[in-house]
């Protein structure tokens, strides 16, 4: 498997793992009546995709070691 297919699987992980986060509710800027929609969507988008940055990118490496191991199996089973 090469590296772009790796590559890609960890930025499609990540951002799953991410998603439910960026569309979560409670944020803080939710409670400020001055905040405009770029500053909610920026704070949604920030704290979604950095905020336990360590965990996620674990789970994501540990999703491409398996979906190269399920793809690997495949093809030697084919």
Do not use: C
Request: proline share 3%; net charge positive; no cysteine.
């Amino acid at each position: 498997m090469n590296l772009k297919v790796l590559l890609i699987t960890f930025v499609v992980a990540y951002v799953l793992i991410s998603l439910p986060a960026i569309f979560g509710i409670g944020f803080v800027i939710d409670w400020v009546p001055e905040a405009t929609l770029f500053q909610k969507v920026k704070g949604y988008l920030a704290d979604g995709l950095f905020g336990h940055v360590l965990i996620k990118i674990g789970i994501a490496v540990v999703a491409v070691f398996v979906f190269h191991f399920i793809l690997t199996a495949r093809r030697q089973s084919a």
